[in-house]
């Protein structure tokens, strides 16, 4: 029993040796496999006769290679060469068919690793900020900052992800008419849009990968802010009516992994596919907090932190230390953690916003522009008051701010229809998820949505890891 037993391991012993140290061994394997790939490749344009020959030739190397010395398994390898040069057909382009095979086989390993491990995703929107950016603008009009050379330009891309635009005014006039030009139209434009802007009498021409609309490029460019005001509107020649620095958005490799073994979670950074879902732009990825899960009841309290089934939200939760760790004491906020606005905080960041007068203060060289400043500031809080404290609060507002109390609950309706107010709450429906955004005045989610929960099995993955552009936020998302 005990010799039979050696027998049959020595061989295997002997085969591991000949792999790990003789490197005709691997080749004699690598040849014997192709050899048979491509006879069975041809078989059926082969003779009898050259089939029998070249399997003989084989099945004689695989069995020098498994007993015979390194000479004697060369001079099989030589034999099988030789046998298939006679026998087999050659084919035409063999170079080219290799070189598509492979490019072949690396696209469905690509595919693959796209489908079940990561998919990378770029972040386009500003709806995730400050944990993921999107396209932001730094304007380097009014803060003393220039477009450097090319070459800083190009490294700047490279690792930042910065594209520098500057256009100067050829002459006085005032911001018209933004436009796409008609060079966007065909195949270039899906590539690279260009937009006309007027100024004055002259009409200059942009181009950017980085907008796809017109108030995409508005926006892009430092030409509005996050509102949709204009800071300035008239250009005296020599000025620059565009001088920025724009960003691109992140981008993230998405884990399609983690959902494989156990469900979603309230507070993780969820993709999903907006399918057809009324409100959401058609057929794209969307970027969210999960908040709710099926069958429970969702509602959004005054302090901006979400209710699940009479439970409060806090920075102890797990996911929301970040968003529920803003402080209390300022106003909501674009692009800043501000924890979760219903109808009336939405109001309240939009009503201490900066507004374009005063946009126009902050750059203003006059002596009284920062007692300006204060003073809209402490009309605005007086408004506020009277809205929130009704008219006990403090006298009439001044009428140069636009305080007309009676639009502010339509206007915070209109803004977040499903939660107006603390009072109201959504009960997320079975095998269904709640979704809001970080950037929580800037966020188009589950508060505004006609339909405001959405089908579980839309979730692609959670957010894996930010690897473009070099940032704070690169690495793992869940640090």
């Known amino acids: 029993m005990t010799r039979s037993f050696c027998r049959t391991v020595q061989p295997s012993r002997m085969s591991l040796f000949r792999h790990v140290f003789w490197s005709v061994y691997r080749d004699a394997g690598h040849l014997s496999d192709q050899a048979r790939k491509i006879l069975d490749h041809q078989r059926d344009l082969l003779k009898p006769e050259r089939i029998s020959e070249l399997k003989h030739a084989i099945t004689d190397l695989e ?3 498994r007993t015979g010395t390194r000479e004697e398994v060369a001079a099989a390898m030589t034999r099988v060469e030789a046998t298939a040069q006679t026998s ?28 079940f491990f990561f998919q990378p995703m770029a972040i386009p929107t500003g709806s995730a900020q400050p944990t993921f950016n999107g396209i932001t603008c730094e304007d380097l009009r009014h803060n003393g900052g220039s477009v450097p050379n090319l070459a800083v330009q190009a490294v700047e891309w490279a690792l930042f992800g910065h594209h520098y635009y500057e256009v100067v005014a050829q002459q006085d006039g005032e911001l018209g008419g933004v436009s796409p030009s008609a060079s966007s139209n065909g195949l270039l434009g899906a590539v690279r849009k260009t937009f006309d802007l007027e100024v004055g009498p002259v009409t200059y021409t942009l181009g950017t990968s980085m907008s796809e609309t017109t108030s995409d490029f508005l926006r892009h460019m430092g030409l509005v802010n996050d509102h949709g005001f204009m800071p300035q509107r008239e250009f005296k020649r020599g000025e620059p009516i565009i001088r920025c620095r724009v960003k691109s958005g992140d981008r993230l490799m998405v884990d399609r992994i983690t959902y494989n073994f156990r469900n979603p979670r309230r507070g993780d950074t969820v993709v999903f596919k907006s399918m057809q879902h009324p409100g959401m732009t058609p057929n794209t990825h969307y970027i969210k907090r999960l908040v709710g899960l099926g069958g429970e009841t969702v509602r959004i309290g005054d302090d901006r932190h979400a209710v699940i089934d009479g439970t409060r939200l806090d920075a102890s939760t797990p996911g929301f230390a970040d968003v529920y760790g803003f402080d209390p004491s300022r106003h909501p906020a674009s692009s800043v953690y501000s924890g979760h606005v219903n109808g009336l905080g939405f109001v309240e960041g939009q ?14 060289r006059e002596p009284g522009a920062a007692q300006q400043l204060r003073e809209f500031a402490e009309e605005k809080a007086l408004v506020w008051r009277r809205f929130t404290q009704g008219p006990s609060a403090g006298a009439s507002p001044k009428t140069r701010l636009d305080g007309n109390l009676r639009d502010f609950d339509t206007r915070r ?67």
């Open 63 to 65: 069995s020098t290679r």
């Open 88 to 115: 087999l057909l050659a084919y035409p382009h063999a170079s080219l068919r290799e070189n598509v095979e492979g490019l072949l086989t690396m696209g469905i390993v690509l595919f693959a690793f796209r489908q």
């Open 351 to 364: 009503w201490f916003a900066t507004h374009e007068t005063e946009f126009s203060l902050m750059r203003s």
């Open 413 to 479: 309706t209109m803004a977040v229809p499903n939660f107006p107010d603390a009072k109201a709450q959504v009960t997320v429906r079975p095998g269904h998820v709640l979704c809001f955004g970080d950037n929580t005045m800037n966020s188009s989610d589950s508060r505004m949505w006609p339909v405001p929960d959405f089908p579980q099995e839309r979730i692609v993955g959670k957010s894996g890891w930010v690897f473009w552009p070099l940032s704070r936020r690169w690495g793992w998302s869940q640090h």
